[in-house]
């Protein structure tokens, strides 16, 4: 993660490990931890007060596009 220009490297034990981003939003909805999600989905959810931002102003790290 960073801000700006200045990193951030958090050591942790994770709850959840897997890749699909509907399981790790719903985890995070149901109190399983803190999640590093795109913002289309978690948009919805923060809107509804189910979610909310701990970190505005950091972003995690860039991602490619994978079309299969």
Known sequence: MRNQAEPLLIHHTPALITDDLRVQLEATVHGTGIALLPEPSVSASIH????????PSWVGPPTGLSLT
């Open 48 to 55: 509804e007060g189910l979610l909310e931002r701990i970190l």
